[in-house]
């Protein structure tokens, strides 16, 4: 079952969120929009708007999608030329087959999923693209193992290639792609990244002071990060393509 409380979190942390939260790398961005020039993108769980506004830098027109009230006023507040919907991945708020290609950033694993494939397959035109995308921490590098570990980052997105393997009846077979990408933050900025994420926002104020506290322990003493101002997060940047059937 989707929790849809953790899902509506963010709102409060939307600054840092949109601040933070990793880009996405622009071959992924191609790769997921598979070849379309000025195609019409619906940005599905657009949040603040890091992927909205990445994908309008590729030339594409982008209408965003997004439930948390608060989110949706950040995106509206960084994002030039663009105003975010209300609506979500059940009950998108456009016509039938207005989209040349839907993209999700970070989002998919809320989804009621039979129910979202339904209705971004009503709202693609035939042929159309639906990609969701996930930066996911590259939990391979030891340190990064044991970030995961102190915060409880055991990404709802998980395995997603080996966890999704169809988008339902209304789409071709998933093709999936896998980019490498990183982001450089202070420590400081990797503690107020995680301050963004759904476990965190969600715990009782002792269990935040611990998560803290055990942060800067590891900053503090593990070898690779001991004295370093600035540590490049690693990631594997996940795309599922599929076209509407």
Do not use: C, K
Not at 86 to 92: F, H
Not at 124 to 137: E, S, V
């Amino acid at each position: 079952m989707v929790d849809h409380t953790q899902a509506l979190s963010f709102g409060v942390a939307a600054s840092d969120y949109d601040r933070f939260r990793p880009r996405y790398p622009e071959a992924a961005l191609r790769w997921a929009l598979d070849g379309l020039r000025d195609a019409r993108v619906v940005d599905l769980g657009a949040g603040t708007g890091i992927l909205t506004r990445q994908v309008l830098a590729l030339g594409h027109r982008v209408t965003p999608v997004e439930p948390d009230p608060g989110m949706r006023a950040q995106l509206d507040a960084v994002t030039p030329g663009s105003s975010a919907l209300a609506g979500n991945a059940e009950a998108v708020p456009l016509p039938d087959g207005d989209a040349d290609a839907v993209v999700v950033g970070q989002a998919y694993h809320w989804f009621d999923r039979d129910r979202a494939h339904a209705e971004i397959a009503r709202v693609l035109r035939a042929g159309g693209t639906f990609a969701p995308i996930w930066n996911l921490r590259d939990d391979r590098v030891g340190w990064v193992a044991e970030l995961g570990r102190i915060a409880h980052l055991g990404d709802n997105a998980g395995d997603v290639i080996g966890r999704y393997d169809d988008f339902g009846p209304g789409f071709t077979p998933i093709e999936p792609g896998e980019f490498p990408h990183h982001t450089t933050l202070t420590p400081d900025e990797v503690v107020a990244m995680l301050h963004t994420r759904s476990y965190w926002l969600t715990a009782p104020a002792d269990r935040r002071a611990r998560i803290d506290r055990e942060l800067r322990d590891l900053f503090a003493g593990h070898p690779d990060l001991v004295g370093r101002e600035t540590v490049d997060l690693p990631y594997r940047t996940i795309v599922l393509r599929a076209r509407r059937r």
